[in-house]
């Protein structure tokens, strides 16, 4: 199949075009960085994983919450990007979750100044019945018991789920949390959280654990050390595309799963070898992410641009080696 | 030339042959790790170097100092291998070097607890005649002006130079080291010296800087992250091979320029791509050296098994992707 959208360069990418379902919250943030500082801007996990999936796929449903302070340009951004938006449940007289952070000097470490859940609180996923069969389906984080009930609604008999989470659940719900991970296909998580979740140091270790859980697939970020895929015993080393100035790496690891899974939805099978290409695409989308304030970046890129950081990113990390080589 | 040595392997890699000069440390260290605790065993830069430049090279001179309680058996472990130790300065009455430093817990930061400089400080390094025109040269951590009174010694009108440092150096003798930086053709350090060095938080900025100083290329050593290679207007960015156990990370920076200038020894050219394979080779040389005390990995490395985790190594971090990848 051959869509064609005017005004943009997706067409190109459209041929398998798998039905996605994309799970998580929508938000508006506040953001300080040692450069910067923005008030209330668009966010939210399920945001920027939209944004990401939408370079990929015709066929993405949101399920997530917001109040009625949400602008409706700002769900336009979205829907306009061919995102069906049928799950997004407006909460009238509520406030949509609402985050302020600061990063640190490293830019990789942060502090949350402060968390108001507001109709997040309550939220209780209503999966489309449109969406109910999605052949890809990533559930951002969120309490695991919410990520379950979201899981509970598919009736897709051939799926792949995606499953991100951080170390709150980790600790404080991890009943919960272990539950949900013995329901996805791949986890994708960060080396701290790999070991939190595991007790293991070894990221090898930790991902044989986690493996043992559930996922068939196992992927560990790293941030700007890159990223790891384990699955199907074997495994993938990626590192992290060189970024000249992070201006705000919020999102970052949204996008990735966000482009990750938009990326499948386009390959004819799921297996370890897409999943090594999937998760080049997804630390791309990052890469773009962080360039940027919020989704300002992610927004805007073109399948060219992406196409081309891809090609760069090939020959930044391969080298020429074979059997004589050595034999010089 | 395809020399034979009975009992190894190393005649497979013998063609180009290059000469080759190391200069450096030779030592003995007491280690203490969070799980084992050594008493003087064989170290010093130039040990690890030479260990791996041998697989190498057949044409190998060692400059280096050592005390008449360096016990002849630890010689003879390098000259048995072929290299020729007629510039190792043998004090009478002198100690040799010694170090005792304890890893923490992440076995990535270490702690002095005691350095003896002993015959190291009156060192006045003597490069022999023969090795003179040596076309590859390794400086190892030295104080820069010993470091420069062996390159002045060098008459070879065609040579490659790399040159190894520490941020003790950088701290107190820059002016000696920038001598000294502008006399190589190749620097290896990392990333904490890198920033030390130039004041830039980014690598890429920083390797800029470095280049401007004088050498044409530069490596930047991220330990468990990986190394990453400037030069010619080019980045290479390498993973670090996944080790299950790291016991002893002490010489893995040595063993990785040595395994490295080795490799060059073997090739027609050094340039960008050479570098890009010497890097790995170097990686994986590091990667041997950390999974064991002191020199024992490197030591008994036989050159299938480095052969094996090249490839390996490329098949855990190359992709498939080419122009048709995103038109699926």
Redesign the interface.
């Known amino acids: 199949m051959q869509i064609v959208f005017e005004g943009d360069e997706r067409s ?2 459209l ?2 075009n798998k039905k996605l379902l994309v799970v998580g919250t929508m938000a508006y943030d506040a953001i300080e960085t040692p450069f910067h500082k923005v008030d209330r801007i668009l966010g939210g996990a399920a945001t920027y994983i939209a944004f990401a999936t939408s370079k990929f796929s015709a066929n993405c449903g949101l399920v997530s919450v917001i109040g009625d302070d949400f602008a409706d340009a700002d769900l336009a951004k979205l829907t306009k990007l061919g995102i069906d938006a049928a799950g997004v449940e407006k909460v009238a007289g509520g406030k949509t979750f609402f985050w302020r952070g600061r990063y640190h000097d490293d830019m990789n470490t942060r502090t949350t100044l402060d968390t108001q859940l507001n109709v997040l609180e309550n939220f209780s996923p209503k999966v489309p019945d449109a969406f109910k069969d999605s052949q890809v389906v990533v559930i951002g984080n969120l309490h695991p018991a919410v990520q379950k009930m979201a899981l509970e609604q598919l009736d897709s008999t051939e799926r792949f789920v995606l499953l991100d989470s951080m170390n709150f659940w980790m600790e404080h719900f991890r009943a919960e949390l272990d539950e949900v991970i013995a329901m996805v296909d791949l986890i994708s998580i960060n080396d701290e959280e790999a070991r939190l979740l595991t007790g293991e140091y ?3 270790k930790a991902a044989a654990k986690i493996h043992v859980m559930g996922p068939k697939y196992i992927i560990i970020k ?1 941030g700007e ?2 990223a790891q895929l384990y699955g199907e015993g074997k ?5 992290a595309f ?1 970024i ?2 992070v201006v705000d790496p919020t999102g970052a690891g949204d996008s990735f799963a966000g482009g990750l899974a938009g990326f499948l939805t ?3 099978t799921i297996n370890f ?1 897409s999943l ?2 999937a998760l ?1 695409v997804g630390s791309i989308f990052a890469s773009f992410t962080v360039e940027a304030f919020g989704v300002e970046a992610i927004e805007k890129v073109q ?1 060219t641009e ?2 081309k950081r ?2 760069n990113f ?1 020959a ?6 074979d ?1 004589k ?4």
Chains 1, 2 share one sequence.
């Open positions: 190109l990418f041929c398998m070894s990221l090898t790293k050390h890159g495994v993938f080393i990626a590192s060189p000249d100035q386009q390959t004819a070898d090594k290409q080049v399948n992406l196409e891809i090609l090939r930044l990390t391969h080298f020429n080696w059997d080589t050595l034999n010089l």
